[in-house]
């Protein structure tokens, strides 16, 4: 689906590519940021912004490399700045996993 209406110029066409891109960003999967990252070079820039969203939505390294490849030469505004946002969600979801899981509290300790 993503490959046949990516580059068609058909306004539902367009319509369908947005939500697949974000359906198979929340599906997630190790193949999803090499499906949506070279949408990121689609003509419309509604169609970058939720490609953007999408990637971002795997929280995967993969992803990452593509937005920040993009984010440089992003001119729209919009785009750019969602394409920042979620490298930061990319970057805090690989800090937390590798902060340690936290210690069970005293609180619960007591009250067993």
């Known amino acids: 689906m993503v490959k046949e209406k990516g580059s068609s110029k058909d306004a539902a066409d367009k319509v ?10 929340w599906a997630g999967g190790a193949a ?14 509604e169609v970058r912004l939720d490609v953007a969203i999408g990637l971002g939505l795997t929280r995967s ?35 937390d996993a590798k902060r340690p899981a936290p210690r069970p509290s005293s609180v619960n300790k007591l009250a067993s």
């Not at 979620?86 to 800090?95: C, H, N, S, V, Y």
């Open 61 to 95: 390294e993969e992803a990452a490399a593509f937005l920040r490849n993009r984010f440089a030469e992003e001119t729209v505004a919009k785009v750019r700045n969602q394409i920042g946002r979620q490298l930061r969600f990319i970057e805090e979801a690989a800090a």
């Open 32 to 45: 999803v940021p090499d499906q949506l990252g070279p949408l990121l070079e689609h003509p419309d820039p």
């Open 16 to 25: 369908l590519l947005r939500k697949a891109v974000l359906a198979l960003g």
